[in-house]
């Protein structure tokens, strides 16, 4: 796959692009809206090149009704934070069977009649309920400071969760002191948060701490896609308040 890559992008200079498709006899760099802004990016530009390598550049930029990208975080990095929003995206509609008639989704206007026709409505990077105004929840505000360790840490040491050699995922770590604290007291942890510590490490630890996060998730299909994430850097174990 690099390597078709490498060899379009040689093709077609200077071509800017987002997504890359690749099958045995035909190439082609795909320019989307920017995905953190759009629930259903739109396609801009597009160059293909047959067998010969011979490249074809569509603009769709001016299009009434462009093509649209669904199901955007199967095209993300494993640990990339936004998989959790834009899945429960995904969830939503397939819940709602949006995506049997996979004829008709192709195209923004077919598929902003279909959401219709299902109560729903895109707005920028979201899928709300057609009647209801998209709210912006500052979810960061929930956050407090700590002298000494969040009921959840302490309970895990306290039952034999969490031992000495243990290392501790603080996923939605909020302003870290969970993470400071055990750290002073000899315990390995590291933590992330979307909003405080967004270059916080995001990798596989003994114990995650899912502590007070899924309560702040206004969305239920986030909730639960925040909960499997999580879930997913645990090697022994996950605590969930
Ligand atoms: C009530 S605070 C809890 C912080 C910390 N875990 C504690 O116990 O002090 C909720 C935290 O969840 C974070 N958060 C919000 N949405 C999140 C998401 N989708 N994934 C992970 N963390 C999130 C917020 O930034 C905030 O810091």
Redesign the pocket.
């Known amino acids: 796959m690099r390597q078709a890559v490498a060899r379009a992008e040689a093709a077609a200079p200077g071509f800017e692009w987002n997504v890359a498709k690749a099958s045995p006899d035909r190439q082609s760099l795909l320019l989307y809206e920017d995905f953190s802004k759009s629930a259903f990016p739109a396609l801009l530009r597009s160059v293909s090149f047959d067998a010969d390598g011979v490249p074809s550049i569509i603009d769709y930029s001016r299009r009434d009704n462009p093509p649209i990208l669904h199901r955007k975080e199967t095209l993300l990095a494993p640990d990339d934070?936004r998989i959790?929003?834009f899945a429960a995206i995904t969830r939503r509609a397939e819940d709602l069977g949006l995506f049997k008639d996979t004829k008709r989704i192709g195209t923004r206007a077919n598929w902003t009649a279909m959401l219709a026709e299902a109560g729903l409505r895109v707005d920028g990077p979201r899928l709300v309920a057609a009647g209801e105004a998209a709210v912006d929840v500052a979810?960061?505000k929930?956050?407090?400071s700590?002298n000494g360790l969040?009921q959840?840490a302490s309970l895990m040491i306290r039952y034999g969760m969490l031992q000495p050699d243990h290392e501790l995922f603080?996923?939605?770590?909020?302003?870290g002191?969970?993470v400071a604290t055990l750290r002073a007291n000899g315990y390995s942890a590291f933590g992330?948060?979307?909003?405080?510590l967004p270059g916080g490490e995001r990798r596989p630890a003994d114990i995650v701490?899912l502590?007070?996060?899924i309560?702040?998730?206004e969305d239920p299909h986030?909730r639960e896609e925040?909960l499997r994430a999580a879930w997913g850097y645990a090697s022994r174990g996950m605590a969930v308040s």
């Open positions: 934070p959790p929003a979810r960061e929930t956050a407090i700590r969040s959840p603080d996923y939605g770590c909020g302003r002191d969970d992330w948060d979307p909003n405080f701490n502590g007070f996060v309560n702040v998730i986030e925040t």
